[in-house]
């Protein structure tokens, strides 16, 4: 077996569920970035607008405030049967039969924030994961770790940038116009290869051994699922003569975490800490495709089920595979859209062009690991599945063949190229 590469993230939380948030933000940072604090007030903003429900969406919408308990809940005679939160004082869910009615007491068309509006759309394959939008005193908001979340997945900095994988994001979903981020398309590519890379060791120990489950698994299940891997690669770290201290001590930081939770007697996975840093991940894996809900019912519950992506997701792994060799060959596989057809790179100067405008703002040089993701993304936009590897030698190829387009530097560490810097211009004759 491989030994770990230090590749775990430290600090997730509950807050750090859906995705689709994070597409949010940095459509908002893609705007107004450069300031944390402008960024997270315009996110608030976004998330809580209310918006008018539609006739043809109130049913939907209903029994989500119904199953979150968000609104007051009366009988046909309009009665209060069950009391809501306080966040729709003036809206009334309304079961008659089996039809969910959804109405306003000031005899106004019902209005919902905008979260709530996309994640009740029955396409959704998760509705946990909502953030409210206030904190205690001194505390940290929902939105708050949503931004560190960004942060620690490399989408944007400490001052709200963005990154090149956080515009690429953020111009995918331009693109597409999609208008519900709760519905991952093709940016699902991209949360992979930034979530993968940062998290891989506790990635590859999950989707083997949630493919070995192969039935239903619960909320303490997976928690308990999350300890044993931690407690396994901190041991496999300590034994290990070829990992740094530096790549070791994340996972011992990871393992100190839960244990530090644990009372006298207690197992690490029991704890709620173990949860958190879980629920983060399994739900990640919902939008991901790797699990599902199952029904529409469960997907308001910490239930998931394995789906035939994380059986492929296994049977590519493997105890031996290093995050590049696996990411390289088989992230646009597993993550782009269904029914690509396979097919080799063919770069033009206006397709370099292209990829370069998605994941920079102007400057002339990228990671070739970068560039290549783009590209790959663009093929894959047209219908064709490009292997990673291949991407980037038909890139270094190009460079060889018009060098005074695409050049290639190496990077501070190594004497192979990593970076390429690409001039601009018109179509190759």
């Known amino acids: 077996m491989s030994p770990p590469e230090g590749r775990v993230l430290l600090n997730l939380d509950e807050f750090m569920l859906r995705l689709g948030h994070i597409s949010v933000l940095l459509e908002v940072a893609l705007d107004l970035g450069g300031n944390e604090y402008r960024v997270i007030e315009e996110l608030s903003q976004r998330l809580t607008r209310f918006v008018q ?24 005679s309009g009665s209060i049967v069950r009391r809501g939160k306080d966040r729709y004082p003036q809206l009334r869910v309304q079961t008659i039969s089996d039809h969910t009615a959804l109405w306003a007491t000031d005899a106004g068309p019902p209005q919902v924030w905008w979260q709530d509006y996309m994640l009740s759309f029955p396409d959704v394959p998760s509705r946990v994961g909502a953030v409210t939008v206030g904190g205690k005193s001194g ?4 939105l708050s770790h949503i931004f560190d979340w960004a942060v620690l997945l490399d989408f944007v900095s400490r001052s709200a940038d963005l990154t090149p994988e956080g515009r690429l994001v953020a111009k995918i979903r331009a693109r597409s116009g999609d208008t519900n981020p709760y519905l991952i398309g093709l940016e699902r590519v991209v949360y992979a290869w930034s979530f993968v890379r940062a998290d891989f060791d506790v990635f590859k120990g999950l989707v083997l051994a ?5 039935k239903p ?5 997976a928690a308990f699922i999350y300890a044993e891997i931690i407690s396994g690669l901190a041991e496999e770290s300590e034994k290990s003569r070829s990992m740094s201290s530096s790549q070791k001590q994340p996972l011992f930081d990871a393992l100190a975490d839960i244990e530090r939770a644990a009372r006298h007697g207690e197992s690490p996975g029991s704890t709620s800490t173990a949860w958190h840093r879980t629920s983060s991940r399994m ?23 394995p789906t035939a992506r994380l059986s492929d997701a296994a049977r ?3 105890s031996q595979t290093t995050y590049n060799a696996w990411v390289n ?9 269904e029914n690509l057809i396979s097919g080799t790179p063919e770069l033009t100067i206006e397709l370099l062009n292209d990829a370069m405008t998605l994941i920079t703002s102007g400057t002339p040089l990228v990671s070739i690991d970068r560039l290549s993701l783009s590209l790959a993304i663009l093929a894959a936009e047209g219908g064709t599945k490009l292997n990673l590897n291949e991407v980037r030698t038909s890139i270094l190829a190009f460079a060889r063949q018009h060098p005074d387009v695409v050049r290639p530097s190496a990077g501070r560490y190594s004497r192979d190229a990593e970076f390429v810097s690409v001039r601009r211009r018109g179509a190759l004759r």
């Open 53 to 76: 429900v539609s006739d043809e969406d109130a049913s939907h919408v209903a029994e989500y405030l119904l199953s979150k308990s968000l609104c007051d809940v009366v009988d046909e």
């Open 139 to 142: 505390s940290k908001t929902g």
């Open 210 to 214: 949630l493919a070995e489950v192969g």
């Open 217 to 221: 698994i619960k909320k303490k299940d």
């Open 283 to 305: 739900e990640t894996l919902v939008d991901l495709g790797l699990l599902e809900k199952g029904s529409q019912s469960r997907s308001y519950e910490y239930f998931y089920m």
């Open 316 to 318: 590519t792994i493997g």
């Open 329 to 337: 060959e088989n992230l646009i596989a597993l993550f782009g859209p």
